[in-house]
């Protein structure tokens, strides 16, 4: 067993992704025991009590403070989670990168590719690592589609297709949360979904460098939420007072990539069938492969003239073997965050950038920002190109 260190965590608001970044720390070690490092859950940060009981009763952090500043200040404090409402993003991180620790951030990084160019500039100034929550990246088949792209077994890449189609804001009673205001979250679905779909295209089939984009609010109005902890599935009542939807719905963009090829990007927060139907297909001159998110351990690859072949993710695919040792057995959602714990312990522990990077959401918001402009004008767009590591 390696030595270890210990390492003090702070986790700044204790909602879905939070609680989830909580628990991946600690499970992180048990499928890495190779890490030098060893997180201690040492102070969470929620103005909600009840969230705060939760934080130090269940969880285990050993305090937890209603102002993330607490957290910031606090000297047992190593590496910081940014789980907050995304008008949060960027005061925080620039606020943890000032204090000289490194942050793993939910996405979209910020509310526009400025905010985002701003935090990930920040973190290369100081020389700290990063690590961004685009946890589809982790899949056991994601990964392996990776090598076989690379390895050349579809051929040269001709076009991709990512569909994120989700119903969580598909019922018109779900709440008017921070989610539906501009200034509260920036873009709607192009930054919630759309930024998972652009990295996604990016980490396996290089970069997107023009897009063409339209955009469309499909439920106008919606409740106004009773109190601050509304979530993301909270619903209101039909004599709710309503207010207005600020951000897009649906949005679909074709894109061109650097290497010559072409694709779609489409993402959906109203779509009434798929759950959380997000799906990659990657076509190459000598075959093509596909993934949804819904069927997270399979992957169907053609690479011959006989079509589809399913493929079950089994010990040999990204970091399968960390979690179960026989093809077949499922993993699930916070596998994958547990693998993003581990890169990100791991960067901190030897200063080396292995997680998503601030970087890779900068570039995955400059896209959305393209998409966002093309969709006013109708014009294409060339995506800025980002310039870090
Ligand atoms: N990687 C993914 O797949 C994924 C999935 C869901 C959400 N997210 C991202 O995670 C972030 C959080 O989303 P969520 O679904 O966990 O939200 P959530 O609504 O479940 O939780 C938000 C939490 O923030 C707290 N909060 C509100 N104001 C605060 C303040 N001033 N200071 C500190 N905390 C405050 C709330 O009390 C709540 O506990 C968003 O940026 C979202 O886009 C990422």
Known sequence: MAQTRSLGVG??????????????????????????VRAELVVA??????????????????????????????AAVDVVSICSPNFLHREIALAAIEAGKPIWIEK??????AESAQIARAAAARGLVTAVGFNYRHAPAIARARELVADGAIGAITNVRASFLADYSADPAGALTWRF?????????LGDLLSHAADLVQFIAGRIDAVTALTSTVIAERPLPRGDAASHFSKGRDDDPRGKVENEDYAALLV?????????LEASRVAVGPRAGYSLEIYGTAGSLRW??????????????????????????????RFQ???????????????????????????????????????????????????ASGQWRTVRQVALP
Do not use: C
Request: proline content about 4%; overall charge negative.
């Open 325 to 375: 040792p026989g093809a077949g057995t499922s993993m699930g959602f916070d596998d994958l965050k547990t693998i993003e714990a581990s890169l990100f312990l791991r960067s901190v522990a030897e200063g080396i950038q292995y997680a998503p990077s601030a970087a890779d959401a900068w570039s995955a918001a400059e896209i959305v920002d393209a998409a966002l402009v093309s969709a």
């Open 45 to 74: 940060a929620d103005p909600d009590a009840a969230t705060r009981a939760l934080a130090t009763e269940v969880l285990g952090f050993r305090e937890a403070v209603a102002d993330y500043r607490e957290v910031l200040a606090n």
């Open 256 to 264: 061109r990539l650097e290497s010559g090829a072409v694709g779609t």
């Open 11 to 36: 986790v700044i608001s204790i909602g879905w992704m939070g609680r989830l970044h909580s628990r991946a720390y600690l499970a992180a070690r048990q499928h890495f025991p190779e890490l030098p």
């Open 108 to 113: 979209p990084m910020g509310r526009s590719a």
């Open 292 to 321: 949804d998110f819904e069927r997270l351990n399979e992957l169907e690859l053609a690479d011959d003239a006989s079509g589809y072949r399913r493929v079950m993710a089994s010990p040999g695919f990204g970091e399968f073997a």
């Open 181 to 189: 205001q501009q200034e509260r979250a920036g873009s709607g679905v």
